[in-house]
Antibody, heavy 118, light 107 residues
Framework: EALLVESGGGLVHPGGSLRLSCAVS????????MSWVRQSPERGLEWVSF????????YYADSVRGRFTISRDFGRTSMFLQMNSLRAEDTGTYYC???????????WGQGTVVTVSS | VVLTQSPGTLSLSPGERATLSCRTT???????LAWYQQRPGQAPRLLIY???SRAADIPDRFSGSGSGTDFTLTIGRLEPEDFAVYYC?????????FGPGTKVEIK
């Protein structure tokens, strides 16, 4: 069974950093492109970042470009999202998601909650 | 690209047919339009991709249709587990965008 498990969320002050992890099991990470998607009551569902299975290309939403970095560890079947210069509007539940046929998301993790507040 | 969904809330009884609408501000390229279901406390679940293809293990009471800028998700006969929020999502120019959602609630 394909499974994604996120971790690393928490409470952080504005301007701070967090690193989210996504543990992948049940399918070979090297064969699939992956994304991060976040959700908040204020912004709804919002795509954050994408990485092709080969490691390139990488795309970011305008709202996070220059502050967030997506990466993956092919050997340990994990994906990461390094989030720097965090803002209050980055608050939300962050999901890692397997990207299906490039254009949709067929497997989702349970999410990890990020709260940016002073 | 901006997606709008209507209605915001749909109040129906089990067994009834649900018709949800999604409109995009630009024509969807290559049919890249998907639908998701989200139950309270759960992650979204892919129902439909490429406008009308059902994802794995999705019952055939769920169907998608449309083209250009107007798309529809139809739930043939509502089961108790179908009362949830539904989102449409499009892909274009290396960007993925979601609609605001339609809540299907029990009447």
């Amino acid at each position: 069974e394909a499974l994604l498990v996120e971790s690393g969320g928490g409470l952080v002050h504005p301007g701070g950093s967090l690193r989210l992890s996504c543990a992948v099991s049940g399918f070979p990470l090297r064969d699939y492109s992956m994304s991060w998607v976040r959700q908040s009551p204020e912004r709804g569902l919002e795509w954050v970042s994408f990485m092709k299975n080969t490691g390139s290309p990488i795309y970011y939403a305008d709202s996070v470009r220059g502050r967030f970095t997506i990466s993956r560890d092919f050997g340990r079947t994990s994906m990461f999202l390094q989030m720097n210069s965090l803002r209050a509007e980055d608050t939300g539940t962050y999901y890692c998601a397997r990207t299906w046929r490039t254009n949709s998301f067929d497997i989702w993790g349970q999410g990890t909650v990020v709260t940016v507040s002073s | 690209v901006v997606l709008t969904q209507s209605p915001g809330t749909l109040s129906l009884s089990p067994g009834e047919r649900a018709t949800l609408s999604c409109r995009t501000t630009q024509s969807v390229s290559d049919g890249y339009l998907a639908w998701y279901q989200q139950r309270p406390g759960q992650a979204p679940r892919l129902l439909i991709y490429d406008v009308s293809s059902r994802a794995a293990d999705i019952p055939d009471r769920f169907s998608g249709s449309g083209s250009g800028t107007d798309f529809t998700l139809t739930i043939g006969r509502l089961e108790p587990e179908d009362f949830a929020v539904y989102y449409c999502q499009q892909y274009r120019d290396s960007r993925w965008t979601f609609g605001p959602g339609t809540k299907v609630e029990i009447k």
